[in-house]
């Protein structure tokens, strides 16, 4: 079943303009990653936050992590064209032998106007 | 620096054949991984190995196989191929397993 969810399904916005996307998740987690898609290649890792951590930057991209809601949002700001792609949640799921690698959510597809 | 590669790039296959997806990375991650993307469901965990000689079950392990004989190779088998079996498989790799994953570029895998 799917762990992580984003939101929203699909987000448009012009150059420049900040874009925010969330994702939720329902068991406890280790850490989160952030992952990019660009329409039919492989996914590109973005960042990944501890779940000790609140708040984590690179770049343009800004995460957070609030474990008591079990969610997380990342922020692209100033816009890019070339930011248009998907954009996915991954999270860390521990069974009773062990790590089980990463779920990941079903993405935000996030368009930008030039 | 090739990092990750699949093969083939895309492929047709009749009902019932089988195959096999090769997947090859040259960073010595120790976990490498299969998912299978499609339209609406994200991507599922077909299978997982944390280490050469060792395999796991992902979500969505039926009617696939792997294997693990070395670090560099995790090749991913349809032992008899269905049509729901259509979609893209990426194979990831990363240094520890739940650490972050490079994605090679994946197969589009039609089944009819």
């Known amino acids: 079943s799917q762990q992580g969810e984003e939101d929203p399904q699909a987000l448009s916005i012009q150059e420049g303009e900040n874009a925010t996307m969330n994702c939720s998740y329902k068991?406890?987690?280790?850490?989160l990653q952030w992952y990019r898609q660009n329409s039919g290649r492989g996914l590109v890792h973005l960042i990944l936050?501890?779940?000790?951590?609140r708040e984590k930057h690179s770049g343009r991209l800004r995460v957070t992590l609030d474990t008591s809601k079990k969610s997380s949002s990342l922020l692209i700001t100033a816009s890019r064209a070339a930011d248009t792609a998907s954009y996915f949640c991954?999270?860390?799921?521990?069974?009773?032998?062990?790590?089980?690698?990463?779920?990941f959510g079903k993405g935000t597809h996030l368009i930008i106007q030039p | 620096t090739a990092g990750i590669t699949q093969a083939p790039t895309s492929q047709i296959l009749a009902a019932g054949r089988s195959m096999t997806l090769r997947c090859t990375q040259d960073?010595?991650?120790?976990?490498m991984y299969w998912y299978r993307q499609d339209l609406g469901l994200g991507l599922r965990l077909i299978h997982y190995?944390?280490?050469?000689?060792?395999?796991g079950k992902g979500e969505v392990p039926d009617g696939y196989s792997v294997s693990r004989a070395n670090t560099d190779d995790f090749p991913l088998t349809l032992a008899s191929a269905v049509p729901s079996q259509t979609s893209v498989y990426f194979c990831?790799?990363?240094?520890?397993?739940?650490?972050?994953?490079?994605f090679g570029p994946g197969t589009r895998l039609t089944v009819l």
């Open positions: 990831a790799s990363s240094v520890l397993l739940a650490g972050e994953q490079f």
């Open positions: 068991t406890s987690i280790n850490n």
């Open positions: 936050i501890r779940s000790n951590e």
């Open positions: 991954a999270t860390d799921q521990y069974s009773g032998g062990g790590a089980d690698g990463l779920t």
């Open positions: 960073m010595r991650h120790n976990a």
């Open positions: 190995s944390n280490t050469a000689g060792t395999t």
